[in-house]
């Protein structure tokens, strides 16, 4: 029997080491402390290029980080 394992990648604050989401109320991003609430991405290429949109209005690019 295969199983399908979905991938989920977070983006990852480097400088702070918090994760970053969208807040539900005013859809802004913000900063959590756990992965599991964290704004979750099934395709490494989506997580990739989020992260580089927002680094080009921070003054850091998140880190891309795999859960398992």
């Not at 394992?5 to 702070?16: C, G, N, T």
């Amino acid at each position: 029997m295969t199983t399908t394992h979905l991938e989920r990648y977070v983006l990852r604050s480097p400088k702070a080491g918090t994760y970053f989401r969208v807040n539900d109320q005013d859809q802004r991003i913000e900063n959590v402390d756990s992965p599991d609430t964290a704004w979750a991405f099934h395709s490494h290429e989506g997580a990739i290029t989020h992260a580089r949109w927002m680094g080009q209005i921070m003054d850091e690019t998140p880190d891309v980080v795999m859960l398992r």
